[in-house]
Structures are given as structure tokens and as C-alpha cells.
């Protein structure tokens, strides 16, 4: 198994880390640091709080947007 294989695998299976919305844009535009994030936008045109997923274990930071926690959550850890 390869070294980059074991770190994603690794990393995958890590808890979603809260960041600010700052920074979950920071992420999206520069594909680093390599994790499972979300942040939480309070006004939304779609929703009045969005749950911002971004799954960036293979640096493609995946996003996703969700009315609940939970929801966000477990997208993240799925």
C-alpha cells in the first residue's frame, strides 16, 4: 500500500474540524490543508444558516451544503 494511500485512509476517517468561513474559502481556493471541514454560514440565500461540508482528503475539496448539522456531519463521515 502506498504512502499517500495510508494518509488518506488515515485522514478519512479523522472528525470534520469547524472553521471559519474565512478560512473554509481559504481551503476551497488553495487545496491545503488536507482533512474534512465545515463551517457554518449564518445568512444564505438558499437557507437561513447553511452547514458548509468540504471533504479535501485528496486535495479536490468536495463541497456541500446543508440546512442541518447533522446533516453535514454525516455526509462527512460517510
Not at 12 to 27: C, F, G, L, W
Not at 48 to 64: L, V
Amino acid at each position: 500500500m502506498g504512502a499517500l494511500k495510508k494518509f488518506r485512509d488515515a485522514t478519512s476517517r479523522e472528525r470534520p474540524k469547524e472553521v471559519t468561513p474565512e478560512y473554509a474559502e481559504q481551503i476551497i481556493e488553495t487545496r491545503r490543508p488536507l482533512g474534512k471541514f465545515y463551517c457554518i454560514e449564518m445568512e444564505t440565500p438558499r437557507y437561513h444558516r447553511a452547514y458548509i461540508g468540504i471533504d479535501n482528503t485528496d486535495g479536490s475539496a468536495w463541497t456541500e451544503e446543508f440546512a442541518s448539522l447533522g446533516a453535514c456531519k454525516r455526509w462527512l463521515t460517510k
